[in-house]
């Protein structure tokens, strides 16, 4: 008997190992292992055996089966293993085909850096403020201390829809509702579309976006004014970047100034960029004018406060070396797909 | 506003201050210096010289040795080629190491075998011509007149003989300060900033009774003051030499001497002058007034000016003689004949002035000058000055008798505050010494006591009202670069954060820019046209918009109510600079027009997107939308829309709560064509006014026990709305039915002509079990029962 399983053995292992693909190994499986297979057989016949003997070839033919079924599986992985080998042989690609990238889409210049100004403001403490585009008379200037008779409220300046409705000119106008519905301390920035009455050029455009501050609180000082923009001066363009104050005039503010930057062009030695000054135009800001405060029912004794505004499209130019203004508005691709 | 280096000299002395750092003083103090140009620049080395002897050249018959007296022991010899030159001849000679204007350089040369110690110069290489000195553009060298070096010496640079010794200044002067609109008050910012005493110029003459009578009478509540004086005898004239020069460097044509003296005093103390024909005037008054309706008056520009009763006017007994504060009348104003002069020196409200000029479309100097603001202190100094050049030329008789409405408050304003105040505006303390100095140079008398600032301004400076105005002047001699950079370490704590419009546009922009297009801006302003290209209906919503009352132009006169046409029109920008295969989105607002004319209109913030790439399609274009819906939180719904600018059959509007908030389509065909867009267009757009605030979601715990998956193809007929189906199926299988899917649309065999086959994957799931065949066969029975009820669904 135990003869027989060695022979039975060896021969199903000669054969397992002759397999060359799934179907012949399935084949001798069944051969050996399967209902009627030549192992199946002889456990069947084990109830024959002696019973002094069974545990014995009981435990051989046990053996017999975990080796066959052992090399079943050796053999299967063996030729799965060929046929993957053959595969990897086969598929092949060239690496070096050029291929069109995934298209990304792209943020508008301005947009890019509206948004990295609000991002900074926000961590500051500031809050962002919605405005209206469409504004009364009211707001944009009544309330901003500007005088019935100055020239920026004329049909020269500010497109009007009829005496009272108008295209705001400046960002300024959210100041005023932002003061009205809040108290100090007031910290906001405020941004959009602005308009005025400029033909379209390189340099002009009769709409373009602004960027607001306004802060207002007890000791807030003029002091806190320079630092602020020179921190934000560094911000925009890099941590050598100055700013130098020029006095100027805004009846919203008094004192008002305007803001330089060193020319990130030359950096400050004088280019054609700067028109040789060394310096470019950043915005213009000041004090809250005491009549401001006080159209809005804070109380100017108590309280002070600071406002600066900045076109955005300068400096989305000067960031970027745009240096048509129309170039924004326009929609090329050519342009729009490098703001990646 | 131009002003000369020399001219500033009259008033406050320069001499230890270059051009350039004048310039530089002035941009501290708050004047933007546009332009600075050093007339002499090119004529350093050239010099006025009288030929004293010309020989000919012996080894060239073209040329002649000149010897030039040039004011020094040796003449200098010069050689030229010109044959205009004598002997006894005055001429500019450029010298060895001269640099002209015209860039040629000047250098001690041999000219065959003789030496050249320079070159006499034309009035072209000096670029000069005949209006800056008479003579200069003759052919040849040119030669300056005896008469004009009389005060001169040989050997003097020639910028002196020509006037151009001299700096121009073109400077930016603020809205708010109508006194620095001239020379005086200029130089008077000048020598407060560096700390020099002002002078000033001559007020005095002599004045006499001449028996010319003269009435006045203001009618106009626009003219709060009209001063004017009668001079006789007027010897009218070339006004000198230096006035021609001053006035010809900023610009302005010297005519006669009493013209040119009121344009002198208008640039030097900022005072518009006029002088009218005394013997013109019927009589003898002086009436200012509206104009009557149907009134008209020719100007001293010979133009017919059409009055209105808006406008004000200076008249005689019988109509107008001038456009107060603008231009005096043709008839009435000083000519060759002109014996006996009216000089008026008045102030004019700057509004009334500035609507008239707008309104007739004339702006002068004058006129300029009176919409800053012209106070009557100006008046009273602008003709005292005036009067004094007129008696310095020796050209008339000034009458006694100052003839004016009323008399001159020259009361300026008290203001007094805390010093205290200062540091809590500007967060640096001022010393009390250099706050009294600083007001004193400015010419506000400045006094303090214990902690009080008291200050009298004086009556020119009507910008300054409070406080904050003393304080800016401080500042703005103490110097800006002196504030501290402070960044509001002492003020409150305050959180910050984004507004929710704000936060949503970032979301919308940040998706839109997955799906690889390209955000625009476009002007919020379109053309009306637009409408009838996007084939709006003439009653449909769209058309009642905001109307620009002053447009720059039809273009940009209505306000948009959609945001599709601007896109159209970006699209062909690109197609027609043959960029081809892109996407492009925009958010921007529209604007209603709202019946209420007193109510600000809403403002809708709106996505909208367009997209001409080769492979894109309604479908394509709709998987964007439910992008955006999925980041926005959003489940939307679509139904069939009549759209004018989208195509009629693939076109939707984008249902959210039973609410339209956008549209979906392909573009009108006929729509792209009148955009000259010969591409397919795939359109949507969102009002994203709507969308409301993203909560934060808890997760769906995960699935613990096994799905089961079904597919269902079903015929039906083609109109049957496969959205429609999606609803049905979703609410008849209910919560176990975890998600639809549209996999599969077939038409054609061996299906019948007007039917499809949709093919749906259901996935079932339960929570707490594993789902049984059974459950799931049911739940399959009862939908398909459904679908066959509904929309006559055969299984396939």
Known sequence: MQQKINEITKKALEEISKTQDKQQLILVNSKYLGKNGELSTLMRGLKDVSSEERPKIGAILNEARDTILNSVKQQEDSIENKILEEQIKNEFVDITTPVKPLKQGTMHPIEIVQRDLINYFIEQGFTVQDGKEIESDYYCFEALNVPKDHPARDAQDTFYFDAERLLRVHTSATQIRTMENNTPPIKMISTGRVYRVDEVDATHSPMFSQFEILVVDKNVTMSDLNGTLEKLAKHLFGEKAKIRLRPSYFPFTEPSVEVDATCTHCGGKGCSVCKQTGFIELLGAGMVHPNVLRNCNINPDEYTGFAAGLGLDRIAMIKYGIDDMRELYDGDINLLKQFK | ?796
């Open chain 2, 1 to 796: 506003m131009i002003v000369t280096y020399k001219w500033l000299n009259d008033f406050v002395d320069l001499k230890d201050y270059t051009p350039k750092q004048v310039a530089q003083t002035f941009t501290s103090i708050g004047y933007e210096v546009d332009e600075m140009r050093e007339l002499y620049k090119g004529m350093e080395r050239v010099v006025i010289g009288k030929i004293t002897k010309i020989t000919r050249h012996p080894n060239a018959d073209k040329l002649q040795i000149c010897q030039i007296n040039i004011g020094q022991k040796k003449p200098v010899q010069i050689i030229t080629a010109a044959t205009n030159v004598f002997e006894g001849a005055i001429v500019p000679a450029a010298l060895d190491g001269a640099e002209l204007p015209n860039g040629k350089i000047i250098k001690t040369s041999n000219m065959r075998g003789e030496e050249s110690q320079g070159m006499l110069c034309a009035g072209e290489e000096l670029c000069i011509d005949d209006s800056v000195y008479p003579g200069a553009m003759v052919d040849g060298i040119m030669i300056i007149k005896e008469q004009d070096i009389k005060d001169i010496p040989l050997g003097t640079n020639i910028s002196v003989l020509l006037g151009m010794d001299d700096v121009i200044y073109d400077l930016s002067v603020l809205a708010n300060r109508p006194d620095c609109q001239s020379v005086k008050g200029l130089a008077k910012e000048l020598a407060a900033a560096l700390n020099l005493p002002l002078k000033d110029a001559s007020f005095k003459y002599k004045a006499q009774k001449l028996d010319m009578p003269l009435s006045l009478e203001v009618k106009d509540e626009d003219c709060p003051y009209f001063l004017c004086c009668v001079v006789k005898d007027v010897k009218l004239g070339p006004s000198p030499m230096w006035m021609q020069q001053r006035l010809k460097l900023i610009g302005l044509k010297p005519k006669n001497n009493i013209v040119d003296i009121t344009n002198y005093v208008l640039w030097e103390l900022g005072q518009p002058l006029h002088a009218y024909d005394y013997e013109k005037i019927n009589g003898q008054s002086i009436i200012v007034r509206k104009a009557k309706k149907g009134e008209k008056l020719i100007a001293l520009d010979d133009k017919e000016y059409q009055l209105t009763p808006n406008i004000t006017v200076i008249c005689d007994a019988k109509g107008p003689i001038g456009l107060a504060g603008i231009k005096g009348g043709a008839e009435y104003s000083v000519n060759d004949n002109t014996k006996t002069i009216v000089l008026e020196s008045a102030a004019f409200k700057r509004e009334s002035i500035r609507k008239t000029s707008r309104s007739i479309g004339l702006r002068t100097d004058a006129s300029g000058r009176y919409e800053r603001g012209v106070t009557p202190v100006s008046c009273v100094a602008g003709l005292d000055r005036a009067l004094a050049l007129i008696e310095q030329l020796k050209i008339g008789k000034i009458s006694n008798e100052m003839i004016s409405n009323t008399s001159v408050d020259t009361k300026g304003k008290n203001i007094s505050f805390s010093i205290d105040y200062i540091k809590k505006l500007l967060g640096i303390e001022i010393p009390e010494m250099d706050i009294i100095r600083i007001l004193g140079n400015l010419g506000i008398t400045a006094t303090i006591k214990g902690r009080k600032l008291n200050c009298l301004t004086p009556a020119i400076r009507t910008d300054i009202d409070g406080p904050n105005d003393i304080i800016e002047e401080l500042i703005r001699y103490y110097g800006l670069d002196k504030l501290n950079s402070t960044a509001l370490e002492t003020t409150s704590f305050v959180k910050g954060g984004n507004s929710q419009k704000q936060s949503l546009r970032n979301t919308v922009i940040d998706s839109m820019m997955l799906t690889g297009a390209h955000q625009i801006f476009s002007y919020s302003f379109i053309s009306p046209k637009q409408l009838d290209k996007l084939l709006i209906p003439q009653d449909s919503a769209l058309r009642n918009y905001m109307q620009v009352k002053n447009p720059l132009s039809l273009d940009y006169s209505i306000m948009r109510t959609q945001l599709i046409g601007s896109l159209l029109e970006v699209v062909n920008y690109n197609l027609m600079h043959k960029n081809t295969n892109f996407a492009l989105f925009e958010v921007a607002n529209t604007y209603d027009n709202p019946t209420d004319t007193t109510a600000l209109p809403q403002e809708h913030t709106i996505l909208a997107y367009i997209d001409v790439k080769e492979d894109a399609n309604f479908f394509t274009t709709k998987s964007i939308v439910e992008m955006l819906a999925q980041n926005l939180g959003l489940t939307l719904n679509y139904k069939v829309a009549n759209i004018s600018y989208l195509h009629p059959n693939i076109s939707a509007d984008i249902i959210w709560a039973n609410k339209v908030i956008g549209h979906i389509g392909k573009v009108n065909p006929k729509v792209t064509k009148n955009f000259d867009i010969n591409k397919d267009c795939y359109y949507f757009d969102l009002n994203l006014d709507v969308v409301p605030q993203k909560k934060t979601k808890k997760i769906k715990a995960l699935p613990k026990y096994p799905a089961s998956v079904r597919d269902m193809a079903v015929v039906v007929e083609d109109h049957v709305a496969s959205g429609d189906m999606l609803n049905v199926i979703k609410k008849t299988a209910g919560d176990t039915c975890e998600s639809v899917e549209l996999f599969d649309v077939y038409k054609g065999a061996p299906l019948k002509e007007n039917q499809k086959s949709i093919a749906w994957k259901l996935t079932f799931r339960k929570q707490d079990t594993t789902i049984t065949q059974q459950e799931v066969n049911e739940l399959f029975n009862k939908v398909l029962e459904a679908l066959k009820t509904q929309f006559g669904a055969e299984l396939r």
